[in-house]
């Protein structure tokens, strides 16, 4: 049983709590996840660990609300018990000093590209970043990323806030005029192709986090499983992150859409009991 | 009545177990067997010839005196009787329903030259059930001893070695990845094959004892084997060898395509049989083609009968002398009306426009002379390419060992192909105070011989821990 220490609306639908796993909170790194399980007969679903404090022993996740589960958990109160939490998962982004890294967040990819862009400056990195949202008031974790980033270019795509368009437009824009020795993106699978594509003609090493749908998030299903460089790969213990060249997004899209129609059964009989 | 039994021997039949009707059984999870009466049991035990040599006990992996425990049996002496089963094995109930008898135990007893090999497995099974119905027998634990045991994974091979740890008097902690103790035993075998209470009963004499089991722990990342050898003075290492394979070929991504382990987690551990009432969903598909010829490939076509698919298929590319899964399972799958297509193979997992599983390719084999293994290799016969329409397809052809532990323990040997190196004799890894064996020492995937590494292990363990 793990206790909801704090919880924090981020935007509509979009929720930042803080959990205590102190075992977790010592051990995490930037890129790891957790899987959590909200009741007995709930779902596992992965959610990335934000940010953590290993002196009070606590994680943060930021979560946005898309289905039954995460409804349930925006549901529940600072003192309440989650059923279990298992991690760290995954394997940790590789942070080196490259010199100048571009980290690109894309809707509720932001809490995921945050931690990468806090421990690339920690490791001497310039750090460039790019937050796209689809309007304003849906942008999270701004301040968060401009307490780490060098410089933080915001793109909406109506223009509410920033510059008007996409993440995309922001990056050629940097990738014509100076030097970039690594790109993180992080975002829905077509904004994470899109950038791929982007920066494949300049040679530009890109970094992918993938969110394939997971089961037991250890090894053991296979349901994670994406094709990079033509070969299957458990995002669970081989990645989540990848190299966006190798990635074939056509496949981890489809596969994305495998329990859609159940998925809103159980949603609509959620909301229809509350 | 024993004695005119005796004189007509090799002619009397099994005890046949009774079953329930095909029909039925395959619209619900329940056991498929429904266990010996008192009275069966011993018309069963009676047929045993008590033979000198005991053949029966040189069958069991972990050398079960068979003929010692079903005399007992034959006297009405149960309590006797599990007690000399549980020296040396402590989860008869699961043994007695999931053991390959026919390879083992029962395919060295004498009876089985002319006849039906005496039915050690139910008779094992009738005991088991019997102590869990009428009172554990529980045994005399030593005075507590101060020493600590860590024991990693929670499969057959770990729980072996946390009971023998703890009724030596030693502390012990499993530490466990998944939400439910219990391994393969829990997410894996089906309900129909294996119910969960038992395996539940199990864990919970054990807890009684003093195990204490931490679930949700992923050692190797949570804490690594480092860490536990600072908290215990040695470390067993029990975490199977769960990584599904799949086969590399084109298709093998689709919607519809399951890992054994997959389909059977969703629908094991996760209940997804009972979606929306449980969480986690599944599309367990009307027209299920699973490939492989083994217990687990018996298990995911079984388990999507029962989830309400109106057509299923295993397609094994051997004959089905050649399969590995218990006979057992493939009498039960084949009465339930599971279609054996056997000496093919896929080719190609084929997609209809929406990225869906629509059928799969398969290609006829023939069987060419035994090769220096003794098995018989499928060739493929060229032009006999034809297609069978499927929504789903499960890939049950085997697992290879999860990496975690491996990457983050400095000095713990593996193998080539990543299972963890042990000496045979002590169980004991490259690595000082620690200790591994079932599936992870890679030796003969099963139960009882996951048992039988976690006796051995134990045994070295306590020596080490007492010299
Ligand atoms: C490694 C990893 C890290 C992630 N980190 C975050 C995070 O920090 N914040 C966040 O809000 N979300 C994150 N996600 C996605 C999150 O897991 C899903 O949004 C969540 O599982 C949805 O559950 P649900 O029951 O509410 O919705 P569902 O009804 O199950 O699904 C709604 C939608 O979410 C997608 N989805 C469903 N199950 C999963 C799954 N197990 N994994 C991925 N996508 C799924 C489906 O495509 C579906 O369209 C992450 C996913 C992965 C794999
Ligand atoms: C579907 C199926 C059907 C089968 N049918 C039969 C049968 O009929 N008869 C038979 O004899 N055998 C059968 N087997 C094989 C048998 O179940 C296995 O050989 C046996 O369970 C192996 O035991 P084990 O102790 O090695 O661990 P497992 O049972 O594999 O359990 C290992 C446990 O360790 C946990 N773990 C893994 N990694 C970590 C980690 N890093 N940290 C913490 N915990 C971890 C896992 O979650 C799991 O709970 C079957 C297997 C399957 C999959
Ligand atoms: S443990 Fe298995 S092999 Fe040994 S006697 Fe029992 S059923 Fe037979
Ligand atoms: S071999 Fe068969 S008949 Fe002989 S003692 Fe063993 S079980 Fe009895
Ligand atoms: S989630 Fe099961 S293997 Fe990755």
């Known amino acids: 049983m793990t206790e909801i220490i704090d919880k924090i609306a981020l935007a509509s639908d979009v929720f930042l709590m803080r959990l205590k796993e102190p075992l977790i909170a010592a051990k995490r790194r930037a890129g790891q ?29 930021v979560f946005q609300v898309v289905g039954k589960t995460t409804s349930l958990l925006s549901s529940m109160k600072v003192g309440d ?43 001497g990195n310039t750090v460039i970043s790019i937050l796209g949202a689809r309007s304003a008031n849906l942008l999270i974790l701004e301040q968060e990323v401009r307490a780490v980033a060098d410089e933080v270019i915001v793109t909406t795509d109506d223009g509410s806030l920033g510059v008007k368009g996409f993440v995309t437009d922001s990056l050629k824009r940097l990738l014509d005029s100076r030097k970039i020795d690594l790109v993180v993106a992080i975002g829905p699978v077509p904004m994470m192709k899109a950038v791929s594509e982007m920066t494949r003609p300049y040679s530009v090493k890109t970094i992918v986090s993938l969110n394939p749908i997971m089961v037991d998030g250890t090894g053991m299903c296979g349901a994670c499983r994406v094709m990079v460089e033509g070969r299957i790969k458990f995002a669970c213990v081989d990645g989540p992150e990848f190299n966006g060249h190798d990635v074939d997004f056509k496949d981890l899209a489809m596969r994305l859409t495998a329990y859609r129609e159940l998925e809103k059964t159980a949603l609509a009989m959620y909301r229809g009991r509350h | 009545m024993g004695n005119d039994l005796r004189k007509k021997r090799p002619a009397v039949p099994r005890t046949p177990m009774l079953e329930r009707r095909p029909e039925e059984r395959v619209k619900d999870f329940g056991e498929v067997p429904l266990g010996y009466s008192p009275e069966e049991v011993k018309l069963e035990a009676v047929r045993c010839l008590g033979c000198k040599n005991k053949p029966c006990k040189s069958g069991c992996p972990v050398g079960i005196d068979c003929a010692g425990f079903v005399k007992r049996v034959s006297e009405g002496d149960f309590t006797g009787a599990i007690k000399l089963v549980k020296e040396k094995n402590i989860l008869p109930a699961v043994t007695g329903r999931v053991c390959p008898q026919t390879e083992q ?15 050690i497995g139910f008779i094992e099974r009738f005991v088991a059930d019997w102590e869990r119905e009428h009172g554990e027998v529980l045994p005399d634990k030593a005075p507590a001893t101060s020493r600590s045991v860590g024991v990693v994974g929670s499969g057959p091979s770990g729980l072996t070695v946390a009971a023998d740890m703890i009724l030596l008097g030693h502390e012990v902690t499993i530490y466990e990845a998944l939400h439910e103790a219990g391994g393969v035993l829990i997410y894996g075998i089906p309900e129909f094959r294996l119910p969960k209470d038992i395996v539940a009963a199990q864990i919970n004499s054990l807890r009684r004892l003093g195990v204490v089991i931490k679930v949700n722990q992923v050692i190797g990342s949570t804490l690594t084997i480092d860490e536990l050898l600072t908290i215990h003075d040695v470390v067993f290492i029990g975490v199977g060898a769960g990584a ?44 299920v083609a699973v490939i492989g010829g083994g217990n687990v490939a018996m298990d995911a076509a079984r388990t999507a009968l029962r989830l309400g698919a109106e057509e299923v298929s295993i397609i094994y590319r051997r004959s089905r002398e050649e399969m590995p899964a218990r006979a057992e399972e493939i009498r039960h799958a084949g009465e339930e009306g599971i279609v054996m297509r056997l000496l093919k193979a896929p080719r190609q997992i084929l997609a209809d426009s929406s990225g869906h599983v629509a059928g799969i390719e398969l290609l006829d084999m023939v069987l060419a002379d035994a090769d220096a293994s003794g098995r018989r290799r499928p060739i493929p016969k060229e032009g006999t390419e034809h297609i069978l329409e499927a929504d789903t397809v499960i890939v049950a052809i085997g697992g290879h060992p999860n990496p975690t532990i491996a990457r983050t323990t400095p ?28 599936d992870i020492a890679g030796w003969g995937a099963n139960v009882i011989k996951a048992m039988g590494d976690g006796r051995i292990a134990a045994g070295a363990m306590q020596e080490l821990l007492t010299r």
């Open chain 1, 81 to 123: 018990h989650i059923t279990d939490v298992v991690g760290p998962l995954g394997r940790p982004t590789e942070i080196e000093e490259f010199g100048s890294v571009v980290i690109i967040g894309g809707g509720i990819g932001i809490a995921v590209a945050y931690p990468i862009a806090k421990a690339m400056k920690q490791s």
């Open chain 1, 33 to 61: 996840f957790v899987i959590l399980r909200l009741s007995e007969k709930g779902e596992r679903i992965p959610l990335t660990i934000v940010d953590s404090d290993p002196n009070i022993g606590t994680i943060t996740i």
């Open chain 2, 105 to 119: 135990c029962e395919g060295s007893c004498i009876l089985g030259k002319k006849g039906d090999p005496l039915g």
């Open chain 2, 244 to 287: 599904p394979a799949f086969m590399g070929i084109s298709g093998e991504n689709l919607i519809g395509v399951f890992s054994a382990n997959e389909y059977l987690t969703r629908s094991n551990l996760m209940r997804a049989y009972r979606f929306p009432e449980w969480d986690t969903p599944m599309n367990p598909g009307k027209r």
């Open chain 2, 411 to 438: 000095g713990l040997d593996v193998d080539s192909r990543g299972y963890l190196v042990v000496d045979r004799q002590t169980m004991a890894t490259s690595k000082a105070r620690v200790y591994a064996g079932g």
